[in-house]
């Protein structure tokens, strides 16, 4: 589908010199002189590259629609992830650097939705909060506000996140996929 440059939105998927890119942040300008136009950061889906674009509202762009599909993840082996289609049972395979600091959370049987490009996978969402145990977490120090302060803790998967000072060690908790951080207690 062509649309303008200037009606390129955040989040938008285009095809942009022979490869497919996210916007990530837009800004219009109009200049005392000449046309207005829109200055886009790009992402590339592919490689992860960043690029900076004019577009006038003259220009046009190809807009891609990715189709989304739900996997569950099965298991690691060693740098490749496996994920199977919960419709046709039929399995993909990606690398776990495509996933990103993510692939910490990654847990068996979790559903996630990947972005498919031409039947490629460009993307894999995992759910944006899961439940883990805290395996460490530092004692409390005494005289410190429990309102303000948070103690260094690690999950079971290994990641390093900060805790309220009353988690202990054994503490299943809610963090949120996203930024690593603690969200509540689980229930």
Request: net charge negative; proline share 4%.
């Amino acid at each position: 589908m062509k649309i303008s440059g200037v009606d390129i939105r955040p989040g938008n998927i285009i095809e942009y010199e022979g490869g497919i890119w996210k916007a990530v942040k837009i800004q219009h300008t109009q200049p005392g002189k000449g046309g207005a136009y829109m200055q886009v950061e790009l992402k590339n889906m592919i490689d992860g590259r960043k690029n900076n674009v004019r577009f006038r509202s003259a220009e046009t762009v190809t807009r891609v629609r990715l189709d989304t599909k739900e996997y569950q993840y099965l298991f690691a082996d060693g740098d490749m992830l496996t994920f199977m289609d919960k419709e046709n049972y039929e399995q993909i395979t990606i690398p776990s650097e495509d996933v990103g600091e993510q692939v910490a959370f990654l847990q068996d049987g979790m559903e996630v939705l990947i972005e498919m490009y031409e039947e490629k996978p460009i993307s894999v969402q995992l759910p944006d909060q899961i439940e883990a145990e805290i395996v460490e977490a530092d004692a409390v120090v005494k005289g410190q506000t429990a309102s303000s302060s948070y103690k260094p803790a690690v999950l079971d998967n290994g990641v390093r996140i900060m805790v309220p000072p009353h988690i202990e060690s054994g503490t299943r908790v809610i963090v949120d996929t996203r930024d690593s951080s603690y969200v509540k207690r689980a229930d």
